[in-house]
């Protein structure tokens, strides 16, 4: 069972996986099998939860809801984010 599939999230959404190391973006959604996606919101991936992406690429550090959490590759390419963008 999915939550959603890659086209239904609009065109800006872009994998936690790329959003560029320093960035912050608003998570649009989870993708993936519901016992994967409850535990991610359990752990505070949460739709409309503002991440920072911290560092890595195999292991990536991020920053949610004040906490940081190191994840795989493979959870961060479920995790779809939405870029915010920096007012100068």
């Known amino acids: 069972m999915t939550t959603g599939?890659?086209?239904e999230?609009?065109?800006e959404d872009i994998p936690l996986k790329d959003l560029p190391i320093g960035e912050k973006?608003?998570?649009a959604g989870?993708?993936?099998?519901?016992?994967?996606c409850q535990r991610l919101r359990?752990?505070?991936f949460c739709e409309s939860a503002v991440i920072t992406r911290?560092?890595?690429e195999r292991v990536m550090m991020c920053k949610v809801?004040?906490?940081?959490?190191a994840l795989n590759e493979a959870l961060g390419k479920k995790i779809r984010v939405e870029r915010i963008k920096k007012v100068n």
């Open 5 to 7: 599939s890659a086209n």
């Open 9 to 11: 999230f609009p065109k």
């Open 25 to 27: 973006g608003r998570i």
């Open 30 to 36: 989870l993708e993936g099998e519901h016992e994967d």
């Open 42 to 44: 359990e752990m505070g």
């Open 54 to 56: 911290i560092s890595g």
């Open 65 to 69: 809801c004040g906490t940081k959490i």
